[in-house]
C-alpha cells in the first residue's frame, strides 16, 4: 500500500489488494459471514479479533471492459482517490477513479519520435503531482511518465565503482520522495535499495539488512581448509521484498527474513527507525492459518 494516501482512502486500497484476481470470479471465504480474523496475545497465541475489512465487491479487467488482468503485481491509490494498477503480463498501467471506473490505459509513451513498450513491469509509484514511475522490469530499466503520460526521462544501466563489472540493472519496485531522488529495489542486491538522484544518475545504497549468521557454521569455517569453505554459502544480507514511502519521506521496507527485523522503517541515513513496542515485533503471521485452532 502506498502510505500517501492511506489516511485518506486506506479502505479502498486494502479492498482492491484482495480483489484483484485475474478475471474469474471467487467464492467467499466464508459463506456464513463468518471471519476468520485473529491477532496474537502476549504469549504468541493466535485469538480472534474483529475483522479489520470486508471484501464488498471484485474488479476485473473483464468488467472494465479493457481484457482481463494478467498478472498484476502492483498498485497505487492517489491522494485523490485515483486506482492505479500495474498489469505485468500485459504490460500496461489501468487508471481508475474514486468509484473504480476506467480513466484510461497506458502501455506504451514516445522516446525520441518512437513508440516504446513495457515489458514485464513490477513496480508502480504515483507522486503527488501524478507523474507515474515504472519498474520496467525485463527492460532493465525505471521509467518516469508525467501527469500526461509523456516521457520525463529513463533511469538504466548505473554506473558506479559500487557496482559488479558484471552488475545487470532488473529493478522490481520502486518510490519518489518529495526531492525527486528514486529508491529502487533491484534483483540481484544485497546491499540495501539503489538510490538515484534527480538526473537519474545512481547515487549510493541505503538500508541493507544485517547479515544473518548460523554459529555453528561460522565456526565450522573458522577450522576448515580454503578449499574447503570456497564451496561453502557465503553469508549475504537477505534481499528486501517490497517497499514504501511516506509523507515525511521515511521508507518502509520488508524482507524474506524470518528474523527479528523483517519490517523497518528507515531514515534518509538508513538507520531503522522502527518502535517495537507491541507485545510481538511486527513481522506478519506466526503460524500458518492451517495450524489455527480459534474458538467458534
Not at 492505479?84 to 506504451?108: P, Y
Not at 515489458?119 to 503531482?129: D, E, F
Not at 553469508?235 to 521508507?251: A, C, Q, R, S, Y
Not at 527485523?261 to 511486527?282: C, F, H, M, S, V
Request: aromatic share 10%.
Amino acid at each position: 500500500m502506498r502510505k500517501s494516501t492511506w489516511n485518506k482512502c486506506g479502505w479502498i486500497t486494502m479492498g482492491m489488494a484482495c480483489l484483484l484476481f485475474l478475471g474469474t470470479e471467487a467464492a467467499p471465504a466464508n459463506a456464513d459471514g463468518s471471519s476468520d480474523a485473529y491477532q496474537y496475545s502476549y504469549w504468541a497465541e493466535a485469538v480472534p479479533a474483529p475483522a479489520a475489512y470486508e471484501a464488498t465487491g471484485m474488479i476485473t479487467g473483464t468488467k472494465l471492459k479493457i481484457g482481463a488482468f494478467k498478472e498484476p503485481s502492483d498498485m497505487h491509490v492517489t491522494a485523490d482517490e485515483h486506482v492505479f494498477v500495474l498489469d505485468s503480463g500485459n504490460g500496461r498501467i489501468v487508471e481508475m477513479d474514486r468509484e473504480l471506473k476506467l480513466i484510461r490505459e497506458i502501455d506504451s509513451f514516445e522516446r525520441d519520435g518512437k513508440k516504446e513498450q513495457f515489458k514485464n513491469p513490477q513496480g508502480l509509484y504515483v507522486t503527488n503531482n501524478g507523474h507515474i514511475l515504472i519498474a520496467d522490469s525485463d527492460n532493465h530499466r525505471v521509467v518516469h511518465l508525467d501527469e500526461q503520460g509523456q516521457l520525463v526521462k529513463i533511469v538504466e544501466q548505473p554506473q558506479s565503482d559500487l557496482l559488479k563489472p558484471d552488475f545487470q540493472f532488473k529493478p522490481l519496485r520502486i518510490v519518489m520522495d518529495k526531492g525527486e531522488r528514486i529508491y529502487v529495489m533491484a534483483e540481484g542486491v544485497f546491499d540495501g535499495f539503489m538510490e538515484f538522484n534527480v538526473d537519474g544518475t545512481f547515487s549510493s545504497f541505503i538500508g541493507a539488512n544485517r547479515v544473518q549468521v548460523d554459529p555453528v557454521e561460522y565456526l565450522w569455517k573458522r577450522f576448515a581448509t580454503r578449499q574447503q569453505r570456497s564451496q561453502m554459502v557465503m553469508f549475504t544480507p537477505t534481499e528486501f521484498t517490497n517497499l514504501d514511502i511516506d509523507e515525511e519521506g521515511f521508507i518502509y521496507a520488508t524482507s524474506g527474513d524470518r528474523g527479528k527485523e523483517p519490517i523497518k522503517k528507515l531514515n534518509a541515513q538508513g538507520t531503522d527507525i522502527l518502535r517495537r513496542e507491541g507485545y510481538q515485533p511486527p513481522q506478519g503471521t506466526w503460524c500458518t492459518a492451517m495450524s489455527l485452532d480459534l474458538p467458534g
